[in-house]
């Protein structure tokens, strides 16, 4: 099974050329991590807490205020307090807590911070297998490859309470794993969760939420351009093969009280493989969806965190191939 999805012009487009701030980093001596660091969490700008699998290991925890190493923490496995290699680690800043979300179990891990021991795991009822986890102010909410709606709101016990939202472009005429791959992409929310946002990898849809009651509301989204993709089904696997002239968008996000961040690519797909994720730019909102600041880098940002206060990120970088730590000041 093939489907086509080509660029179409869409009104509602951003641009991210109105505020451009640069940003200048500068590397972290970091002597504990190893091979390619894929998530990083700042802890009350006080500890980097980075999923860097090693010697059995999950995560690895960095003191910044004393330049040191922390240690190894969680141990991957099947036995009692071990868990599986998460591909999604999460932090939702409501209870001070990281978690580890694997696609395969289904199960969210809860860790206390700094130990890191295993709190609690929650099951998800229902959920399908590939998924983009958030956590909003009484629910859970979810973007996968649904039968019906684009997200799924589900309650603290894991159980499915809702789905909601459209698919953008000719999503809703896909079938359910087809719109999913098409218009996967990263989901983040304030830490109150009373907002929420949706990104693409593949095209420039970018929709903001706003949490009621009984019900989401769609207050702003922007959209220029389709994405220039193929759904491919073979006997052993699905999925997206992404074109070379595709526009990559939204990577990776973060949600601070006040702002918004979007990690955004804006190359065509073959000026970024074999490295396909990641970019050089960090743009900012307001809740409401409205465009604050572009923040661009002259290095690949692959993942990143900001404090608590929005004067710091900490991002993993690709530096020349090398996966490496930097800290940038900024100024919204």
Same mark, same amino acid.
């Given at each position: 099974? *093939?489907?086509?999805?080509? @660029? &179409?012009? +869409?009104?509602?487009?951003? /641009?991210?050329?109105?505020?451009?701030? =640069? %940003?200048?980093?500068?590397?972290? #001596?970091?002597?504990?991590?190893?091979?390619?660091?894929?998530?990083?969490?700042?802890?009350?700008?006080?500890?980097?807490?980075?999923?860097?699998?090693? /010697?059995? +290991?999950?995560?690895?925890?960095?003191?910044?205020? @004393? !330049?040191?190493?922390?240690?190894?923490?969680?141990?991957?496995?099947?036995?009692?307090?071990?868990?599986?290699?998460? &591909?999604?680690?999460?932090?939702?800043?409501?209870?001070?807590?990281?978690?580890?979300?694997?696609?395969?179990?289904?199960?969210?891990? #809860?860790?206390?911070?700094?130990?890191? !021991?295993?709190? /609690?795991?929650?099951?998800? =009822?229902?959920?399908?297998?590939?998924?983009?986890?958030?956590?909003?102010?009484?629910?859970?909410?979810?973007?996968?490859?649904? =039968?019906?709606?684009?997200?799924?709101?589900? /309650?603290?016990?894991? !159980?499915?309470?809702?789905?909601?939202?459209?698919?953008?472009?000719?999503?809703?005429?896909?079938?359910?794993?087809?719109? $999913? *791959?098409?218009?996967?992409?990263?989901?983040?929310? &304030?830490?109150?969760?009373?907002?929420?946002?949706?990104?693409?990898?593949?095209?420039? @849809?970018?929709? $903001?939420?706003?949490?009621?009651e009984n019900e989401t509301v769609l207050l702003k989204k922007y959209e220029s351009y389709d994405a220039k993709t193929q759904f491919q089904v073979t006997a052993n696997s699905q999925g997206i093969h992404v074109k070379?002239?595709?526009?990559?968008?939204?990577?990776?996000?973060?949600?601070?009280?006040?702002?918004?961040?979007?990690?955004?690519?804006?190359?065509?797909?073959?000026?970024? +493989?074999?490295?396909?994720?990641?970019?050089?730019? %960090?743009?900012?909102?307001?809740?409401?969806? @409205?465009?604050? +600041?572009?923040?661009?880098?002259?290095?690949?940002?692959?993942?990143?965190?900001?404090?608590?206060?929005?004067? =710091? %990120?900490?991002?993993?970088?690709?530096?020349?191939?090398?996966?490496?730590?930097?800290? *940038? !000041?900024?100024?919204?």
């Amino acid at each position: 099974m *093939f489907y086509s999805c080509n @660029n &179409t012009a +869409k009104k509602n487009a951003l /641009d991210i050329t109105q505020n451009v701030m =640069q %940003i200048n980093g500068n590397l972290l #001596s970091l002597d504990c991590l190893v091979g390619r660091p894929m998530d990083i969490n700042s802890v009350c700008d006080t500890l980097l807490i980075f999923r860097d699998r090693y /010697d059995g +290991k999950l995560f690895t925890v960095f003191d910044i205020k @004393n !330049n040191m190493c922390v240690g190894r923490f969680v141990t991957e496995g099947n036995g009692p307090n071990e868990v599986l290699l998460s &591909t999604r680690v999460l932090r939702f800043p409501q209870k001070e807590r990281l978690h580890a979300f694997n696609e395969e179990t289904r199960y969210l891990y #809860s860790f206390d911070i700094p130990t890191l !021991n295993i709190m /609690d795991k929650i099951l998800f =009822q229902d959920l399908p297998s590939m998924v983009y986890l958030g956590e909003l102010k009484d629910y859970y909410v979810a973007v996968g490859c649904w =039968q019906e709606g684009r997200f799924g709101i589900y /309650d603290r016990e894991g !159980n499915l309470f809702r789905t909601e939202g459209k698919y953008p472009f000719s999503g809703e005429k896909m079938n359910p794993m087809e719109r $999913f *791959f098409t218009y996967q992409g990263p989901i983040s929310a &304030t830490p109150n969760g009373n907002y929420f946002v949706i990104g693409c990898h593949y095209s420039d @849809n970018l929709e $903001f939420y706003e949490v009621k009651e009984n019900e989401t509301v769609l207050l702003k989204k922007y959209e220029s351009y389709d994405a220039k993709t193929q759904f491919q089904v073979t006997a052993n696997s699905q999925g997206i093969h992404v074109k070379d002239d595709c526009i990559m968008s939204y990577n990776w996000s973060h949600g601070s009280n006040e702002y918004c961040y979007m990690l955004y690519s804006g190359k065509k797909y073959s000026e970024t +493989k074999p490295s396909s994720g990641g970019g050089n730019k %960090i743009v900012v909102f307001d809740w409401k969806g @409205n465009y604050i +600041k572009t923040l661009e880098s002259a290095i690949r940002i692959l993942t990143f965190c900001v404090d608590e206060n929005d004067s =710091q %990120i900490y991002a993993v970088v690709n530096d020349n191939g090398e996966f490496k730590i930097m800290h *940038f !000041n900024i100024k919204i």
